[in-house]
């Protein structure tokens, strides 16, 4: 759906992208992750045909986006970080106004804003003013516009930004509920975003991609290994669950993570899953298992390793061992 | 060329429905009206034709004032409210955007000289008007109005605010009004150069006199095209920005 050959935008001399080279295809639904300044906009707006870039080739659904950027944006719905919306028309006519824009005929406008609004939820503010909206409908009726006109693939430039914690969860629904339809490129910096949202990360930092893939092979590619958090009640010291753990088959290696009151945080590397094995050994030695999981903020550590070195995150999980 | 009209229609609902659109509406009224009671109905006993003549001369200078302020909005605001990418990434080109935005102001400019229609109307009262003259005059403002309007739009899309973009389209519309002051005070060949550049004066004189000359007509034509090419051209490099 969409391929992407040395990419590179500059702002004089400063490199907002970086050579980029990555293929997205059909019906993924894929995340850009970054962190803020790394070029996530650019790219998408680039993408979008709304900026042009220094130098690379963009192909979206196979035509290349210099020599016919219309009919590049026939085919793309946009989201920019900011919604565009124009305030003074209600929510039913400005989809219309779009749809039209778009190039989808007079005779289908009403059903294909119908459409868009059943699936951003939209339906009952049809004859609302975009002003009057709250930032959550405002930014559903940005992702409405992006879809009105059933565009191939979705463009959608931090969708949950600025959003309150129940707005973000029916974001994400309303993303999840788009799987299918469209090819899906969503950026954010909101890591649990991007984990539960997309078949796939491409993760860039300071304008270049430094890693893409799934969640699971962006970890086996950092650690080689699959990490276990485990809580343990006990009222001395770890460190015979510590001992526990390291004799269980697979494990790799154990370690604390920290020491509370009582309950102490313990992790566990291994090749493979071994969350039943080392759950066995632990109650057939006595020690009181609280909770045992993956490993908790593991897109966080990938991320963090991605984007700002191994050696960061092995420093964090040593500072709060101690 | 629907693209075009649909953002015309758009942008004309705007005007419609905000503030803005209405205050310059209404000062133009205001000023052309204490204008047309003192200086042109007022005074000396003159020729109907004299006073339709003071009319369109000061209806002229307003509709270069009420061109610059209407088309400051119709680029730099969009911009400023990032509203501008809804066009930018629609399968619409630069060019259709221009177009659509220009004729949303052109005619809601033309919605508001017809407003000032009652003012020459006053002269039957009292007088007799020719029809041609009022045609002649008429089209001169909507001419005149048309390529200060489309000197807006330019400035529209070269400035990042509004109220920079009214700074800009009106030192560029002051400067082709000046140009007609310094014909008297150079000589040729400069003066024919002024002359050529003045958006007033030269070219508009024999309308508001009743007159229609192709040259004067093709003149503003050339000067709307040219402005609004100049403007495509400023949306076209700000995509590589």
Known sequence: ?322 | MTATLLIARRELGTYLRSMNGYIIAALLLLVDGLLFNIFAIGGEEKLSAQVLAQFFFYTSGLTMIASVFLSMRLVAEERQTGTLVLLTSSPVGDGQIVLGKFLSGLTFLAMVLALTLFMPLLVLVNGKIAPGHLVAGYLGLLLLGSAAMAIGTLGSALARTQVLAAIVSACMVTGMVVAWMLVRVTERPFNDVFASLAIHGKHFIPFQEGSIHLRDVVYYLVVTMVALYAAVRVMEVRRWR
């Open chain 1, 1 to 322: 759906m969409i391929q992407v050959k040395g990419l590179s935008k500059y702002y004089g001399e400063h490199a907002a992208i970086r050579d980029l080279t990555f293929e997205i295809t059909r019906g993924e639904v894929i995340g850009f992750l970054g962190l803020n300044g790394a070029g996530k906009s650019t790219t998408l707006k680039i993408l979008g045909c709304v900026l042009l870039p220094t130098s690379g080739e963009v192909k979206v659904d196979g035509i290349d986006t210099a020599l016919a950027p219309e009919e590049v944006r026939r085919r793309i719905g946009f989201l920019p970080d900011t919604p565009p919306l124009y305030d003074d028309m209600t929510v039913g006519r400005f989809l219309g106004f779009v749809a039209r824009l778009r190039g989808v005929p007079p005779a289908e406008v009403a059903a294909r804003v119908a459409e868009a609004e059943e699936k951003t939820g939209l339906r009952p503010e049809d004859d609302e003013l975009v002003g009057n909206l709250s930032h959550g409908y405002r930014q559903r009726v940005g992702v409405a516009q992006a879809l009105v006109h059933k565009p191939k693939l979705l463009i959608l430039d931090e969708p949950t930004s600025g959003l309150d914690p129940k707005q973000i969860v029916e974001m994400r629904a309303t993303i999840r509920g788009l799987r299918g339809d469209h090819t899906i490129l969503v950026s954010s910096h909101i890591l649990s975003e991007i984990s539960q949202t997309c078949d796939r990360l491409l993760i860039i930092q300071e304008g270049e991609i430094v890693d893409q893939g799934s969640e699971e092979d962006l970890a086996a590619r950092l650690s080689g290994s699959h990490a276990v958090t485990i809580e343990v009640d006990v009222t001395g010291p770890p460190d015979p669950a510590l001992t526990v753990l390291g004799q269980v088959a697979g494990v790799t290696g154990a370690s604390l993570l920290a020491r509370g009151p009582g309950i102490s945080t313990l992790q566990v590397l291994s090749a493979t899953d071994v969350r039943g094995a080392v759950a066995r050994a632990l109650v057939m030695a006595g020690v009181e298992l609280v909770r045992i999981d993956r490993a908790a903020g593991r897109l966080e550590n990938i991320f963090l390793q991605l984007t700002q070195g191994k050696a960061q995150s092995m420093t964090s999980g040593q500072e709060r061992a101690q």
